[in-house]
């Protein structure tokens, strides 16, 4: 199967722009209130707690956000629970807590474990700003767990 690769944001709607009137649209016309909106973007990497390339338990994803994005979710699909330490906290390459506190994640059940922006003081969920981010995951030891992380994300809404 092939793929295509748009450089985004990707929108989607059949009324680009208000007509001003705040009228809602009728099926298949183009006038009233605008209800252009973001794709949902989507970007996975299986991590292990004690696989290439970990490093002191700091394991850097392949993972990269574009600027601008606000990421709306991450998630775990844990194949093999999280041995010894079984916490980790979610950052970036330049922040180690740039998305969620160390050791904020618990990786100790078979399953989906959702990480939200449940307090995010600093705004990096909402928009990571100016500058791509590289997910990074900080284990406090190396150990045999498996999982596979999802980030979701709206590509450069710049809120």
Same mark, same amino acid.
């Given at each position: 199967m092939g793929t295509t690769t748009f450089t985004g944001p990707v929108t989607v709607g059949n009324v680009v722009n208000s007509d001003g009137t705040g009228n809602l649209a009728y099926v298949g016309g183009s006038d009233g209130t605008a209800n252009v909106g973001y794709v949902v973007m989507a970007q996975s990497q299986v991590v292990d707690q004690n696989g290439s390339p970990v490093t002191n338990g700091v394991y850097v994803t392949n993972i990269v956000i574009p600027a601008q994005s606000q990421v709306t979710s991450m998630d775990f699909n844990v194949l093999t629970t999280w041995s010894g330490s079984q916490?980790?906290?979610? /950052?970036?390459?330049a922040n180690a807590t740039y998305f969620t506190a160390a *050791?904020?994640?618990?990786?100790?059940?078979?399953?989906?474990? $959702?990480?939200?922006? !449940?307090? #995010?003081?600093?705004? !990096?969920? $909402?928009?990571?700003? #100016?500058? *791509?981010v590289q997910i990074m995951l900080?284990?406090?030891?190396?150990? /045999?767990?498996?999982?596979v992380l999802t980030v979701f994300y709206l590509q450069s809404i710049n809120i």
């Open positions: 916490t980790l906290g979610i /950052g970036t390459t *050791d904020a994640i618990t990786l100790n059940n078979t399953g989906s474990t $959702v990480v939200g922006p !449940n307090s #995010d003081s600093n705004g !990096n969920w $909402v928009n990571v700003h #100016d500058q *791509d900080t284990s406090s030891n190396t150990g /045999g767990g498996t999982a």
